[in-house]
Nanobody, 126 residues
Framework: QVQVVESGGGLVQAGGSLRLSCTAS????????MGWFRQAPGKEREGVSC????????HYADSVKGRFTISRDNAKNTLYLQMNSLRPEDTAMYYC???????????????????WGQGTQVTVSS
């Protein structure tokens, strides 16, 4: 059984930084692409970023390009999202998910992901 657990969320002022972590167990972590998604109240879940199985290719939503960095440590079965220059509009529940294959595309479609965590809340105050 695959388990995905996010951590690292919190309350931060605009312009600040947070680093999210996601651990996945019950699968061969380095066989799969991984993605970060977020969902604000009353809005659809949207893709934030994804990385190929080896971290060699990454994709970002336009809204976070240049501010967020995705990375992974396959030895630790862990995915990260470094978030800098945070804005109030980044406030959302952030989710980690395992891809259906080792590759992900820039479409960042939630339908290309299989196992999801419970999420970690990020709140950015103005």
């Amino acid at each position: 059984q695959v388990q995905v657990v996010e951590s690292g969320g919190g309350l931060v002022q605009a312009g600040g930084s947070l680093r999210l972590s996601c651990t996945a167990s019950g699968l061969n972590f380095d066989d799969y692409a991984m993605g970060w998604f977020r969902q604000a109240p009353g809005k659809e879940r949207e893709g934030v970023s994804c990385t190929w199985w080896n971290g060699g290719v990454t994709h970002y939503a336009d809204s976070v390009k240049g501010r967020f960095t995705i990375s992974r440590d396959n030895a630790k079965n862990t995915l990260y999202l470094q978030m800098n220059s945070l804005r109030p509009e980044d406030t959302a529940m952030y989710y980690c998910a395992t891809g259906l294959s080792g590759y992900c595309s820039g479409s960042l479609s939630k339908y290309d992901y299989n196992d999801w965590g419970q999420g970690t809340q990020v709140t950015v105050s103005s």
